[in-house]
Every structure is written in C-alpha cells, then in structure tokens.
C-alpha cells in the first residue's frame, strides 16, 4: 500500500521539486521511502511521485516509480496472485531483478497490453508512461478499493491518491464544485466520478485513462462492470452445490489476502462477515492469526465480548483495545485533513480507532467489508423484502395523508420506538417512502440524508443534479428484482464512496495497509448469478454466508441484532460538540459563504436544540462540510 502523486504539465511550468511536494504530503500512506521521477518531452514535462510502504519486496528492487525498458510505473495496492503471473512470463521469456509485484505489473503490460488487467486478482491504482507510444494509462481495480483522483484543466492534468496532493501544485486552481457540495449533502460523500472541486474526478472503479501525449487528448474506458455479472442468467444448482462452491471461492480470495512480507491481522467484531473471514484462515492454518476488536463502552460501542467469544472458539491470538469518548471525540478535528473532501460516515471515527490500534503490532490488516453488499446483510435489503409491496399496495391518498401527519410529530415524541438506535433518521426515511414506495425512491430515500424539497431549501445557490449509479438502469429487466437492483447500485454507490474511502482513509491515516478479501472481484462473478433466496431466505439476511460459517463457529456465538459502528450523533453534537456546532454553523460563516441559506441552516439547528432529534445527521452532514470548507478552502 502507498501513495501516488503526478503530473503531465503541457505549459510546462512544473519542476521536481513541485512533485516532490505532491508526494510528501502523501508521507502518511508511505513512510518507509519515496521516489520522484521528473521527464520531459518535446510537449510535456511528466512527473511520476511514490510514497512507500514495503509490503512485497523489502529491498531497494521494490523501489518506485519503476522502469522497465521503455515504460515506468508508480503504483498504490496489491496484486495478490503476482507469482503466477510471473511464472507465466517467466515461460514467455522475461526476467526479474527483484520478487515484487509492481515489476510483475509492468512485464505484465509490457506483454499483453492493457489487457494485462484481466489477469490480476487484488487491489491497485497506478499510472504506467510508455515514452515509447507517448502515451500514459491510469488504471483503477475492480471495485475502487485503492483511490484515485485526478484534475484536467487548461493544459495541466493531475493525479494522486489523495486530493490533498493537487493542493501543493502552484496552478491547481481549487474552485468549488456546488453540484458537488448538494450531492454531499444528500449522500454524506461526493459520488463517483465527481469530485467537490471542478475539473477534479475520480477514476471509475473498473475504468482506465489513457492520455495521449501528442494529441492532448484524454480517453476513458470501462474494463469491468458489476452489471456483468447481474445480467447473466441466475445459476441452476442446489443450495448445497452453491455452498460447496461459494466457501471455496471465499477461501481463494482469503488466502490470496494473507500474502506478506510483513506482519497481517484480521479486524474481529464478532458478526458474520469477519467470523467468516477469521474462521476460513484460522481453520487449517497452524500458528494463530492476530486478531483485533475495538471497544468504547461509554458511547455504547462494544461488540468486544462478542468478538473475544469467537476468537476463543477459533483459537486466534486475539488483541482487545478499549478506548474512551474522549478519544473518539479527540478525532473529529482530523477528519478534515485525511478525508480530504467532504465526508460525514461518522464510524470513520472507530475505524480510525481500530487501524490507530492494530498498528501497533501489524502492518496489513484485513477488513470484511463488502460482506452487506455482497450477500444481502443491510437492513435496508430487509426493508424492502418485508415492505417494499405492502407499501405499493396501501392506497395513494392514504400513504401521502400518514407521511403529512408525520411531519407534524416529532419522532422524539414517539414512545419505546425513540429509543432505538437510529429511529430518528428511519423515521424521516418512512416519510418518503409513504410518499413514493419505487424500488427507485426507496434506494434514494434510504440512501439520502436530505431529499429534494430540503435540498433546495438549503442551498442558496443554483445546482444541477449530478448523475451517479444512484440512478443506473444497466440491471436489465429479465434479471432485474428489488434486491439485485439494490445491491448492485449499492455495490457501486455506497460502497465505493463511503465504506471504501473510509476504510482506506483510517488505515492510511497510521500508514496500516487495509485489506478487503471480500471484494476479490471472483466473489461477486459468482455471488451475483446466486437466486436471491440463496443469500435473502425468509427474512434471514446473508443466508448463504451463515450456513457457511456456522460449520466453524456455533450459531448461538452470533445470532444477534446488527451492531455497526455506531456513534451516538445525536448526544454528542447536543453536548460534546454543541460549541463547534454552533462556531461552525454560526450565521456570520453561513452568511460569508454564500453556499446554505441561513433562514433554512438557523430552523434546522433551532429544532434539532429543541429536541428533534431526527435533525442530528443533518446537523452533523453541514458540521462535516463546514469543517472540511475552513480546512482547505482559506
């Protein structure tokens, strides 16, 4: 895992120590080195930037950026399955200094082109120069594990692993993307391909971009889709055929995750999804996997006895971290600096925590995210199983006459309900939903903090609606059901830009490589032609995975309600941080921005002091934009 910074400069105004700069302030994703290559052709000065840290290859032969022949490389992730491929080159007659997967990847171009990337397995974002063709290939994995973003504008193009990198370049001109700022407000991130600033994007998972240096001119193509995957025809099998081969397949990608040259734990929180991961490599391993779980009891966060129950039964050296509320509190003021845009998924915060933690005794880590969106683990998949028809079928004028009269109640006012986690923000969601019971609006509503109507309330200013996956219709109809179309946007939309970005954030933040053996892009090849009632069977969520995972670990260890990394919003910003609340949100910063109507932000932050608490994540979404917005745009 590294960082990755660079430019190609047609007005040529850029230097080496202009890349030298980009790619420091990346210092946190690389400790251990760093690598600067400043070229410079008839048309263009071309800079390549590494920030290292050594996972594969210890030694100087691993050094970045790499060249070979006429190509140089500089490269973020892994590519896991880097020693078959080099001994199928091998055969074809190349030869390696070093034993590192990024000389794999450039042999790897060098003989098959861009296709190259069919036959990798893992995570990655890099950028290869063919000075011979004068051509420059971005490419980004699969799924959008390893960032990468990049700026185009009047002669000058940009990329880095983090956005904090174009700052340091004299002519990046940071101007705000407003269609950007309304999409954070709704969706807490910014959605793929934007960015909040303009001429700024991000590379598409499964996506390359080829510059062409002679011509100037920019190509971007598609590589891989989900959707691929979705619009094949369900497969015909057994349940017990689909077990046998999806526990096979889990393993595979696993395994493959474990490849190190340095220490690797496994992040534990006692659900399914890493019982799953933590059980298929302990299982026929001999010496005992490091695992590590996360408690701060005094906010409610602690699946620790869960954790320490699953670890005892798989007999795992396993590693508890308490941490306190002012800790979790204490990182709030850095989450503008690490999460570069705008960025309000609050379990960013224990998952720093965790990565903070683990790094104390590893240096990769491995993570099962992508177990929800995969096999059917949210909440919301349940809600649309149990409620999405009962919805359609109630009578228009009665659904709309309920959500009117829910608006008129507060959801605090609610008795017993109030006091589940979350029954705030549902209850806002239920009013949309009442309204519009689409497979469509029930993604949008549950997926969005602020709908459309208060979106252009808030906003002062003009914005047009950006298009995302949010609002994709490649799931063709013969294939399409409520729960493949909500898992397919979801594995595009929510994953890419908040689990993914969080995750890498956190771990990069205390230069810990994070890992995600669930997103092998064979799992969801396969996963995604399973009938649905394999992976949703009659209101059991991620049937499939736990009838795996229950041959290891016994069911009574974790049938138990869905915790998360809940963080209680809506206490803090009441108490703890009602101060920033109001300093942030003040109307002298609201006013000078000239972004949110002050009338809208004032009765929001009025109602939400006076009790409503449904209004905390709204608070919470303008706190993170405001604090983002002093960081980076004085």
């Known amino acids: 895992m590294c960082g990755i910074s660079g430019f190609i400069d047609c007005n040529e105004k850029s230097s080496l120590e202009i890349l030298k700069s980009m790619t420091d302030i990346l210092h946190h994703r690389g400790p251990d080195d760093s690598g600067y290559q400043f070229l410079e052709t008839d048309k263009c000065q071309v800079g390549l930037g590494h920030r290292r840290l050594s996972i594969i290859d210890l030694t100087d032969s691993g050094k970045q950026p790499m060249q070979f022949n006429h190509l140089w490389i500089t490269y973020n992730g892994e590519v ?3 020693k078959e491929i080099k001994a199928e080159l091998i055969v074809l007659k190349h030869s390696f200094i070093g034993h590192s997967d990024t000389e794999v990847i450039l042999h790897a171009f060098d003989e098959w082109g861009i296709l190259c990337v069919e036959k990798f397995i893992g995570m990655f974002s890099f950028v290869i120069y063919d000075i011979k063709k004068g ?9 959008g594990i390893k960032p990468f973003f990049y700026y185009w504008h009047e002669g000058l193009f940009l990329f880095a692993s ?20 309304a999409a954070f407000i709704q969706y807490g991130n910014v959605p793929s391909p934007h960015c909040i600033f303009n001429n700024c994007y991000k590379l598409k ?6 510059f062409n240096i002679p011509n100037l001119s920019i190509d971007i193509f598609k590589y891989w889709d989900v959707y691929d ?4 025809p369900k497969l015909n099998i057994s349940f017990q055929e689909a077990k046998i081969e999806t526990e096979k397949i889990l393993q595979s990608a696993f395994d493959y995750r474990m490849v190190a040259d340095v220490p690797v734990g496994v992040f534990l929180s006692g659900g399914y999804d890493s019982a799953c991961l933590t059980a298929l490599l302990q299982k026929d391993r001999p010496e005992k996997l490091k695992t590590f779980t996360i408690a701060v009891p005094d906010i409610g966060l602690n699946e620790a006895p869960f954790a320490k129950e699953v670890a005892k039964h798989l007999g795992t050296e396993h590693i508890e971290f308490d941490c306190t509320q002012k800790e979790a509190l204490a990182l709030i003021n850095d989450l ?3 999460y570069d845009e705008p960025f309000a998924d609050s379990s960013a915060i224990p998952t720093t925590l965790v990565c903070k933690m683990a790094r104390k005794q590893v240096t990769v880590a491995l993570s099962a995210d992508a177990g929800d969106e995969i096999f059917a683990g949210y909440n919301r998949y349940d809600y649309m199983m149990k409620y999405g028809q009962k919805l359609n079928n109630i009578p228009s004028f009665i659904r709309k006459g309920s959500s009117h009269a829910m608006n008129l109640i507060s959801a605090n006012k609610i008795p017993i309900l109030n006091n589940k986690y979350n029954f705030y923000n549902r209850y806002e969601k239920l009013k949309s939903l009442l309204k519009d019971p689409s497979n469509k609006n029930m993604m949008l509503s549950l997926s969005r903090q602020y709908d459309d109507n208060q979106l252009k309330k808030i906003l ?22 409520a729960l493949s179309y909500m898992m397919a946007i979801d594995y595009q939309t929510y994953l890419v830009d908040d689990i993914l970005q969080k995750v890498d954030r ?6 810990l490589e994070g890992r995600e053996p669930f997103l092998d892009h064979r799992i969801i090849e396969w996963a995604a032609q399973l009938p649905d009632n394999f992976k949703y069977f009659k209101g059991n969520k991620k049937y499939i995975l736990k009838e795996i995972v229950h041959q290891y670990i016994p069911k009574e260890l974790l049938d138990r309600p869905k915790m998360g990394f809940a963080i209680p919003i809506e206490n803090w910003l009441v108490n703890d941080l009602k101060n920033q609340v109001l300093y942030y949100l003040s109307d002298e910063k609201i006013l000078k921005q000239e972004i949110f109507d002050l009338k809208f932000v004032k009765k929001i932050k009025n109602d939400f002091f006076s009790g409503k608490k449904e209004f905390g994540f709204k608070i919470w979404y303008l706190l993170m934009f405001q604090m983002w917005f002093e960081k980076w745009m004085k």
């Open 135 to 143: 051509e420059i290939f971005c490419l980004r994995d699969r799924a």
């Open 336 to 338: 503008p600096y690490y």
């Open 460 to 481: 002062k200013v003009n914005f047009e609606t950006l298009h995302t996956a949010y609002l994709s219709d490649d799931l063709k109809e013969e294939h399409k059901t």
């Open 506 to 511: 956190a771990s990069m933040t205390v230069s």
């Open 205 to 210: 998972p499964g996506h390359y971009l080829k």
């Open 229 to 232: 995957a979705y619009n094949k």
């Open 162 to 181: 983090e956005l904090k990198a174009f700052h340091k370049h004299p002519h990046f001109k940071k101007e705000i993307n407003i269609n950007a700022v």
């Open 80 to 82: 896991y399955n880097f």
